[in-house]
């Protein structure tokens, strides 16, 4: 199945290229884009953004693999990462984990069957000071207790 | 310094706003240098204040911006690391979500003085909420003529870009950063020859973090000899942003000048340990500085204090651990931390982070032996210095440390063949203030 990015974020590429002196240098910012646009980086959106970056398949596929924000595979609606580096450990970071298990009934990696949640268990994301911290898509929630965990989830459509 | 630099506007969200930075003297120090300094005599006024890198190395800025040599006919890049990932540092955050226009004016500054008319800002994929601030911080100075051609009609033209990470910690260190910004992977690159003078696309590029570029304001508008009297000697000049965060009662971010006493900012600052509970460590600077014993901790927090004792400065990211820690539980979750961002390019990184962490699993689930606790600070000490970039040291300086400082603990461990501390893993409720 052949895959192109809508009107809107083809002008965002556009604009995208005009960052940077060498086309290679889109790469992260285009796979961003990809993400948005597809929900994934699947083997036919690499060749795709091989294509508008003037690049062999093999270079895209190798940054993918490398980072951690761009999954290879169809996630859940909210992808739930809850980090689990020391100080978010210190202050209950597996008791956050084992809650949402238990809530939402899968295991760390895994999706809800209906397609809603995808739970994964990360490393730091900076906001030591107010952990245990979670993120959902782009938003932070810090300073976590049972209560706050089952109030976000729940509100969650 | 007795006002507040970072953090004065703490609590008011119309502190990121261009409006509010302007009511409040922004971009003036930007004006003043355009209007009195040459490049050149940017780069002597930073210097002169003694401001020395905030991510962790602490290298002295000016003397860093002065490797650029001005006769390569290439561009010049600025680059502002915003890749904040040292477990126990959020202190850029900060920054770049409440005082975006601080971080640009340091920016304009910056680039300024290193003759560079494009800079980026690598901010860490996670950081969706602090790219978009610093996009909507971008747009509001492009509009209001401080970015774009000829400057406030200074004939100096400048444009700065944000830039995602994609999810990796390595790409925070700065040869990693600059491949990953090339649209590779973050591998780190072989020094020399140093990103001043082969840098992002083969051109002179200077790399300064979030806080490091957010001082240069400060700096301008009142002066290097001004700045380096802040903070317990020349060496150890200017303000600095504290981070505690772990087992206190009020974990955040603190603002003081140079040389805060660790034991003041833990009890007095940071409310003391969790719930009354005993002090058993202390993580200075970030997760990879050496650990500290409670009777280690009365020091001053500057670089030349800290590596006086064996440890670190860092960037300020102090994790405390109470007696319900178990310091073989906290290297596991280190090294699995290490072990998962190492990029892989060099053997012993690759393969002693892995070591590391099945020896770690073995000792804290009661299959080590005492031989274990030794094989640990053998496999660090392998890694020590024969890596291309600082990430070996950064995991094995804790697992030296850790087995050091708490020996008793880890033989414990072997012997007892189970974990022998009462563990407290619930959820803590703290009066944050980050």
């Known amino acids: 199945m052949a895959v192109e990015f809508s009107e809107a974020a083809k002008q965002e590429f556009a604009e995208i290229l005009n960052h940077y002196p060498t086309k290679e240098a889109a790469m992260l910012p285009t796979l961003h884009l990809a993400k948005r646009e597809f929900g994934q980086i699947s083997p036919e959106v690499m060749t795709y953004i091989s294509q508008l970056l003037d690049l062999h398949v093999t270079r895209v596929a190798n940054v993918v693999s490398f980072y951690t924000l761009f999954p290879r595979e169809p996630e859940g609606k909210y992808v739930i990462q809850v980090c689990s580096t020391l100080s978010c450990q210190l202050m209950g970071a597996e008791t956050v984990v084992d809650h949402i298990k238990k809530k939402l009934a899968i295991d760390v990696g895994e999706t809800t069957p209906d397609k809603k949640f995808t739970l994964k268990k990360v490393e730091c994301l900076g906001s030591c000071g107010t952990a245990p911290v979670m993120q959902i898509n782009d938003d932070y929630y810090e300073q976590l207790t049972v209560e706050k965990i089952d109030k976000i989830l729940d509100s969650l459509e | 310094m007795s006002e507040l630099y970072f953090l004065k506007n703490r609590g008011n969200p119309e502190s990121k706003t261009i409006d509010f930075y302007l009511a409040h003297g922004g971009y003036e120090a930007l004006k003043k240098t355009l209007k009195s300094f040459e490049p050149n005599d940017v780069i002597e006024e930073v210097k002169k204040s003694g401001l020395r890198g905030r991510g962790g190395a602490g290298f002295p800025t000016g003397l860093k911006w002065s490797f650029v040599p001005q006769d390569n006919p290439n561009p010049k890049y600025l680059v502002c690391n915003a890749d904040e990932s040292e477990p126990g540092t959020f202190k850029d955050r900060y920054i770049i979500e409440h005082e975006p226009h601080m971080l640009i004016e340091g920016m304009i500054i ?325």
């Open chain 2, 110 to 434: 910056s680039s300024y003085a290193i003759r560079s008319h494009l800079a980026y800002i690598y901010i860490r994929g996670e950081f969706v909420q602090g790219a978009r601030i610093l996009e909507e911080a971008l747009a509001e100075a492009r509009e209001k003529g401080f970015l774009g051609k000829n400057i406030l009609g200074s004939g100096y033209d400048l444009d700065i870009y944000v830039h995602r990470g994609g999810g990796a910690y390595i790409c925070g260190e700065e040869t990693g950063l600059l491949e990953s910004l090339e649209g590779k992977r973050g591998w780190p690159r072989l020094k020399p020859p140093f990103p001043a003078v082969v840098g992002l696309f083969k051109s002179p590029t200077i790399i300064n973090n979030v806080e490091t570029l957010a001082n240069v304001p400060l700096i301008m508008e009142r002066g290097g000899d001004w700045y380096s009297q802040l903070g317990p000697n020349p060496k150890n000049a200017g303000i600095k942003l504290y981070c505690v965060s772990g087992h206190v009662n009020r974990p955040g971010l603190f603002e003081f000048e140079m040389g805060m006493n660790l034991k003041e900012l833990i009890y007095e600052h940071a409310g003391g340990i969790y719930k009354g509970h005993q002090l058993k460590g202390v993580i200075p600077g970030g997760s990879s500085t050496p650990v500290l014993r409670p009777d280690e901790i009365d020091v001053s927090m500057d670089y030349d204090s800290l590596a006086a004792i064996g440890t670190m400065f860092g960037s300020a990211g102090t994790i405390v651990m109470d007696e319900t820690t178990c310091m073989v539980d906290a290297l596991y979750n280190l090294e699995r931390f290490y072990a998962h961002e190492s990029c892989g390019q060099c053997t012993p990184c690759r393969e002693g982070t892995m070591w590391m962490v099945k020896l770690l699993r073995r000792l804290e689930h009661g299959e080590g032996t005492v031989e274990d606790v030794d094989l640990l600070a053998d496999i660090a000490g392998n890694i020590m210095g024969r890596t291309i970039c600082p990430l070996g040291d950064a995991a094995a300086m804790p697992a030296k440390s850790f087995v050091q400082k708490f020996r008793d603990e880890f033989i414990e461990h072997a012997k007892q063949h189970k974990c022998p501390v009462k563990k407290d893993k619930s959820i803590k409720v703290t009066d944050a203030n980050a």
